[in-house]
C-alpha cells in the first residue's frame, strides 16, 4: 500500500451569507428541551474499483445560526489536499478533499453542535410582502421547485380563503400533512421534484419530496421558503421517528439525513415547520391524524423545530465547487464523491464508504 502523509486541519466555521433573523422564544405550558450539545464524527474510507483514479470529495458541513452553533471543528486525513470551502451559489460550506494516487483513502471530521430549540412567535407577523434581497432568493424557482403551471393552480386553490402570508402557510402545511405520506420505498430522502409530485398525484415520498412540495406551494404564491438539509441528532421527545440514541446519548446517525423546511414572515423572520416528520410518525406510530399523539405533533411542528438536529445547508439545483462531474447536484444533504467521472452512490454508505456518530452530551 502506497504510504501518505497524513494531514489535519482546524478551521472555525464562519457564518453563512444568508443572515437568519433572530427568532423571539414563546413560552410553552410544557417543558421544552434545553441547549443540547452532540458530538459528532463522520468517517470516510472511499471504496472503488478503480483504486488508482483520481478521487474528490464533498462534505457537507453544519451552518452557523442563531439556534445551532459549531465548535472544535477538526479533520485528518491522508488526502493530496484538503480544505473547507463555501465558494457555491449558496454558500453551502464544504469541506473538499482530493486524493491523486492509489491506496487507502480515508478521513475524519469531528465537531461539536450546540443547539437550542426553536420556537417562532407568530403574533409578530404582518401581511407585508416587501422582504429583504436575501430572503426574496427563496421566491425564485429551480428545476426541481417549480412556481408556475399546476403547481401555482393548486396553490391558488389551497390558499383561495387566505388573506395573509400567514394564513397562506398555515392553509398549505394543513393540506400537505393531509393529503402528503411517507413511503419508505423511496431511496435516501427522495429526489425532492415538487413539480412531477404535484403534475402526476405522487403525494408519497421522504422528507425532501414532502419539503419540496410545500415550499413549492408556499413560492407560487409569494412566501418565500426553502428547504433545509441536514441530520438527526439523538433522541426525540416524541416519537423514535424523529431521532433516537441509547441510554448513553449515542447515536449512530448514519442513514439519518433529514430534510426540514422554512418559511419567511415579516416581523417573525424565518419560521420552521417539519411536515414530512408529521408523516413520518404518524406511519412509525401506526396512526392517524386523529390520534391525540398526532395532532400534538402536527402542532408543534408548525413553528417549532426539537432540536435533535443540526442543518447543514438550504441548496437546492446548484453548482458544487470544485466543480463536480454532476452539475447541477439538486441538493447537498449527503456527501457525494467521484472517482476520475464515475459518481459513487451517497445512498450506499457501507459501498461508498462512511459512517456517522453522535454523541450526546447528558
Known amino acids: 500500500m502506497q504510504r501518505r502523509t497524513f494531514m489535519k486541519g482546524c478551521v472555525a466555521l464562519g457564518a453563512s451569507s444568508v443572515i437568519l433573523p433572530q427568532v423571539s422564544i414563546l413560552e410553552a405550558s410544557e417543558p421544552k428541551s434545553k441547549t443540547r450539545i452532540f458530538f459528532v464524527t ?22 452557523e445560526t442563531s439556534y445551532q452553533k459549531v465548535s472544535d471543528f477538526k479533520f485528518s486525513s491522508n488526502a493530496t489536499s484538503a480544505y473547507v470551502t463555501d465558494k457555491n451559489s449558496y454558500k453551502a460550506r464544504t469541506l473538499y478533499a482530493e486524493w491523486k494516487n492509489g491506496g487507502e483513502k480515508v478521513l475524519e471530521v469531528t465537531y461539536t453542535i450546540t443547539t437550542n430549540e426553536r420556537n417562532a412567535d407568530l403574533s409578530k407577523a404582518t401581511a407585508s410582502t416587501k422582504y429583504p434581497k436575501d430572503v426574496a432568493h427563496y421566491l425564485k424557482p429551480t428545476a426541481h421547485i417549480p412556481t408556475s403551471g399546476k403547481v401555482k393552480e393548486l396553490a391558488l386553490k389551497i390558499t383561495a380563503e387566505a388573506k395573509t402570508p400567514l394564513d397562506k402557510a398555515k392553509a398549505i402545511y394543513a393540506w400537505v400533512t393531509e393529503n402528503m405520506y411517507r413511503d419508505n420505498a423511496v431511496v435516501g430522502c427522495g429526489v425532492g421534484d415538487a413539480g412531477k409530485a404535484i403534475e402526476q ?49 449515542l447515536a449512530k446517525i448514519t442513514g439519518g439525513e433529514h430534510c426540514r423546511a422554512e418559511f419567511y414572515l415579516d416581523g417573525a423572520g424565518w419560521v420552521p415547520c417539519d411536515p414530512a416528520d408529521v408523516a413520518k410518525v404518524i406511519l412509525t406510530e401506526k396512526m392517524t391524524l386523529n390520534d391525540p399523539l398526532i395532532k400534538e405533533v402536527r402542532e408543534y411542528f408548525f413553528g417549532n423545530w426539537e432540536m435533535n438536529w443540526m442543518g447543514y445547508n438550504t441548496a437546492r439545483d446548484f453548482v458544487l465547487a470544485p466543480t463536480p462531474a454532476q452539475k447541477p447536484l439538486n441538493m447537498f444533504g449527503y456527501p457525494y464523491a467521484e472517482v476520475e467521472d464515475d459518481v459513487l452512490d451517497y445512498y450506499a454508505p457501507a459501498a461508498f464508504a462512511y459512517s456517522f456518530v453522535s454523541q450526546e452530551k447528558l
Open 42 to 63: 463522520n468517517s470516510y474510507n472511499l471504496k472503488h474499483e478503480n483504486k488508482n483514479g483520481l478521487t474528490k470529495l464533498w462534505v457537507p458541513l453544519p451552518q
Open 201 to 249: 398525484n405522487i403525494m408519497g415520498g421522504k422528507c425532501t419530496d414532502i419539503s419540496s412540495v410545500f415550499v413549492a406551494l408556499l413560492r407560487s404564491v409569494g412566501v418565500p421558503a426553502r428547504e433545509i438539509f441536514g441530520i438527526r441528532l439523538g433522541s426525540s421527545r416524541y416519537s423514535k421517528a424523529c431521532g433516537s440514541s441509547d441510554e448513553n446519548g
